[in-house]
């Protein structure tokens, strides 16, 4: 069975260092979904990519926070500096559309931000 | 898009039916409920969804309410490795589909 594949799983940096998390959606799916979870709470949605092109990045710390999925499958959400706030579960979803279809999600990158 | 509230918490006997609440009360014409559940550390795992009429698939039964503001998760025989935070969720079927995901309810299968 296809799976939204994520990587790295778990990540621990030093603040004010780049960090980049990788996700490689299940074949075919146009829509992409980066989220955040804190420890205790749901998801939140940070960037969404409708093949290459961004739906919402509403939620995006854009002063820290890049996402890129410059070729429509793949995509890396990127942090630099990051800060100890940051330590979270990076999550990844995709689905086959925004409209159609379950979201499909990655096991996580968990970030730890000493 | 429309905001859901459930229970923080629900404990269940092993083999009997859990019943998991969800309120969505603002929930518009064009979006659908979605239930999702999240095992400790892993990423959440799609269980169910529908519009209006009441669905079932291997894992779940989903009753909608007929005026469509509250929603009921069945797990029909639960156990223990259905201990986990279970999610639901409203999402519109336009170009504008994301989805708002709150605290969940953090179901508990006892022995």
């Known amino acids: 069975e296809a799976e939204v594949a994520q990587s790295p799983r778990y990540k621990i940096t030093e603040k004010s260092q780049a960090v980049a998390f990788w996700c490689d959606p299940i074949?075919?799916?146009?829509?992409l979904y980066w989220y955040r979870q804190i420890l205790g709470q749901g998801p939140e949605l940070l960037v969404q990519?409708?093949?290459?092109?961004?739906?919402?990045d509403s939620q995006l710390p854009k002063d820290r926070f890049s996402a890129e999925r410059l070729k429509g499958v793949d995509s890396t959400l990127k942090i630099q500096p990051a800060e100890l706030g940051d330590s979270a579960m990076y999550l990844c979803?995709?689905?086959?559309?925004?409209?159609?279809?379950?979201?499909?999600f990655g096991p996580g990158t968990r970030l730890l931000v000493l | 898009d429309a905001k859901t509230t459930q229970p923080p918490s629900m404990d269940c006997a092993e083999g009997r039916a859990a019943n998991l609440p969800c309120n969505h009360s603002?929930?518009?014409?064009?979006?659908?409920v979605y239930w999702y559940r999240q095992i400790h550390s892993q990423g959440p795992q799609y269980i169910i969804h529908?519009?209006?009429n009441n669905e079932t698939n291997e894992m779940a039964s989903l009753i909608i309410t007929e005026d469509r503001k509250s929603s009921t998760l069945i797990l029909p025989h639960a156990t223990l490795r259905d201990t986990a935070v279970y999610y639901c969720?409203?999402?519109?079927?336009?170009?504008?589909?994301?989805?708002?995901f709150g605290d969940g309810t953090t179901l508990t299968v006892k022995p």
């Open positions: 603002t929930i518009s014409g064009n979006e659908y």
């Open positions: 990519f409708q093949d290459e092109s961004v739906v919402d």
């Open positions: 529908g519009l209006k």
């Open positions: 969720i409203v999402r519109r079927n336009t170009n504008a589909g994301k989805s708002t």
């Open positions: 979803a995709s689905s086959l559309g925004p409209d159609r279809g379950p979201y499909d």
């Open positions: 074949s075919g799916h146009a829509t």
